[in-house]
């Protein structure tokens, strides 16, 4: 095959997953996902959190990216990681969200928001990017990879891609399915809008598989998930103790006890 011919059948395969990923998302927003799992639409603002406490989830990912670097963050919602990877690194940030109400909130902040999905037009308007940010956002999408190999064509040389998931092997979850349930709930872990489940082992190939090696692997703790509002003997420590033990067990095992698995992954 010519060179041109490989160009086109990269743009006919780069448009395709264009056409896919637009169409899912502005005929099913996310968090339509959980119709008929809960009784009430999960609220837009429902992850509001500027939190930066070290061992969650916006410094964890701001941590993991370069001071003053161009960054892109797929799915901003709110902003309000967003807000927190520029106080924290100084970052030139760009978000992209197809939500309009999240948009608002999120350019309400000052934000450099734009409502939309990513395309590829998108990124060759805006970018290229040092770190491309998905903060909790590939759980939400019915074929993840698809968004990944489109933001690919984002990244500067040395560039790489900075994600964070649920981590459905918490043993929240292990004991909850030993007692045989399965309960979606509207926040956290088992969040009803999620369509893509992952544990530590399994997000370090799902990079691996789209063509990145994995040069960070992190994790968060997030004593706030309710869970441990409701649970024996967590209810019942003060935060500051219940902070410092499950601080200390995530440190020891994440894939037991940490709430989201933080990634960079850069392309091979």
């Not at 909850?176 to 709930?185: I, S």
């Amino acid at each position: 095959m010519h060179c041109d011919e490989r160009e086109t059948a990269r743009l006919a395969g780069v448009l395709q997953v264009e056409v896919v990923y637009e169409g899912f998302l502005r005929m099913n927003a996310p968090d339509n996902n959980s119709s008929g799992l809960l009784q009430d639409k999960p609220k837009a603002n429902r992850y509001e959190n500027r939190s930066t406490d070290p061992d969650d989830v916006a410094a964890k990912i701001s941590a993991l990216i370069a001071p003053k670097a161009r960054v892109l963050d797929i799915g901003c919602g709110t902003g309000s990681v967003s807000e927190v990877i520029q106080q924290l690194t100084g970052a030139e940030l760009v978000g992209i969200e197809p939500d309009a109400e999240r948009v608002a909130a999120a350019r309400a902040r000052g934000l450099n928001a734009y409502e939309g999905v990513l395309s590829e037009d998108f990124l060759n308007e805006h970018g290229p990017f040092d770190s491309i940010v998905f903060a909790d956002v590939l759980e939400h999408l019915p074929n993840p990879a698809e968004v990944v190999l489109l933001a690919k064509h984002g990244l500067a040389p040395g560039g790489s891609i900075v994600a964070s998931v649920p981590n459905v092997a918490h043993w929240f979850v292990r004991t909850d399915l030993l007692a045989g349930r399965f309960d979606y709930q509207d926040v956290g872990i088992m969040d009803a809008t999620h369509l893509r489940w992952f544990t530590r082992k399994t997000i370090t190939e799902f990079f691996e598989h789209c063509g990145f090696r994995v040069t960070a692997l992190d994790c968060t703790v997030n004593i706030l998930l309710p869970d441990y509002q409701r649970r024996k003997p967590w209810k019942w420590m003060p935060p500051r103790a219940r902070r410092q033990v499950v601080g200390a067990l995530a440190k020891s095992f994440p894939a037991l006890f940490g709430c989201q698995h933080i990634v960079r992954a850069k392309l091979q």
